[in-house]
Nanobody
């Protein structure tokens, strides 16, 4: 089965940066759309970003546009989320997600999840 393992979370001051990584296994990685979601305390899981299987299309939640960048390295079976200009409201558990082979990378296209990595932004 698909296995997704996130890393790179931690504590950072407002205005700082983090890069999250997601190592994928159990799939032909290059054929899968990948994405990131987050979930803050007391809130529902929310779409953050997605990248198509071909890497030709990327998608971002309005709240992170201009600050976060999603990318993928197919040789490493890894998807990244570069997070810049972090704000306290970005504090959440961040989850890596995979869709279906050669499928879409929109918010409703994802169905496999990692265990999450905590991102905490202090003010």
């Amino acid at each position: 089965q698909v296995q997704l393992v996130e890393s790179g979370g931690g504590l950072v001051q407002a205005g700082g940066s983090l890069r999250l990584s997601c190592a994928a296994s159990g799939l032909t990685f290059r054929l899968y759309p990948m994405g990131w979601f987050h979930q803050a305390p007391g809130k529902e899981r929310e779409f953050v970003s997605g990248i198509s299987w071909s890497a030709g299309d990327t998608y971002y939640a309005d709240s992170v546009k201009g600050r976060f960048t999603i990318s993928r390295d197919n040789a490493k079976n890894t998807v990244y989320l570069q997070m810049n200009s972090l704000k306290p409201e970005d504090t959440a558990v961040y989850y890596c997600a995979a869709g279906a082979p050669v499928g879409g990378a929109r918010p409703t296209d994802f169905g496999s999840w990692g265990q999450g990595t905590q991102v905490t932004v202090s003010s």
